[in-house]
């Protein structure tokens, strides 16, 4: 079965503080990306890797940096946490294949105080 | 500027009875369409797609409708399930083939 997991559920982080989120997964995708959710706006993508140790800008990279250093783990850190990164923050992936479904984390709750 | 638009935030139907949510694109060369369901506090999971050759595609209650001349789709649920109250994301695949092109998303909220 398809599995993607991250480090947290909800976290809870103080303003300035460096932030690091963690998602595996196990299905030898080449592709991972990282989107947050917000109520009104949907999902919007922050950044993604199509390979180890490279990395693409979404739509909103700022205040955001990637890791990709082994294939099933993808990194996002936030270096200095602001209350405007307060979000739901979801790891995906997939595979280059044809099948273009990408599959979902649980999800992270990040609280910025 | 949103390529991929699901200009009805929100949904509301009688257990049994048809929804009926929309998405319109903009990008005519988008040549592949997923919804996803997201509950609360879960990441979203992948309900049905289409590909542009394609006209309908069906999966049990969920169909979903192409109408490419109009660049718009649509996600029928037949008969609708309290249990099918979510958000549902309407996507579509970009040209470079990289990454998915999410809507908003629209609240559907089925009463029993």
């Known amino acids: 079965d398809v599995k993607v997991t991250q480090s947290s559920r909800y976290l809870v982080k103080r303003t300035g503080e460096k932030v690091f989120l963690e998602c595996v997964q196990d299905?030898?995708?080449?592709?991972m990306f990282w989107y947050r959710q917000d109520p009104g706006l949907g999902l919007r993508l922050i950044y993604f890797?199509?390979?180890?140790?490279?990395?693409e800008k979404g739509d909103i990279p700022e205040g955001y940096s990637v890791s990709r250093e082994k294939k099933e783990r993808f990194s996002l850190i936030l270096e200095s946490a602001s209350t405007n990164q307060t979000s739901m923050y979801l790891c995906?992936?997939?595979?280059?294949?044809?099948?273009?479904?990408?599959?979902f984390g649980p999800g992270t709750r990040l609280t910025v105080t | 500027d949103q390529q991929v638009k699901q200009n009805s935030p929100s949904l509301s139907v009688q257990e049994g009875r048809i929804s009926i949510l929309n998405c319109d694109y903009t990008?005519?060369?988008?040549?592949?369409f997923l919804w996803y369901k997201k509950y609360p506090a879960e990441g979203p999971t992948f309900l049905i797609s289409i590909s542009s050759i394609k006209d309908k595609n069906e999966d049990g209650r969920f169909t979903v409708f192409l109408n490419k001349s109009a660049k718009h789709l649509s996600l029928h649920i037949v008969p609708s399930q309290p249990g099918d109250s979510a958000v549902y994301f309407c996507a579509a695949w970009d040209q470079a083939g990289t990454a998915l092109i999410f809507g908003k998303g629209t609240t559907l909220s089925v009463s029993s």
């Open positions: 990008n005519s060369m988008f040549d592949y």
């Open positions: 299905m030898d995708h080449e592709n």
């Open positions: 890797s199509y390979d180890v140790k490279m990395k």
């Open positions: 995906a992936s997939s595979s280059r294949g044809l099948t273009y479904e990408q599959y």
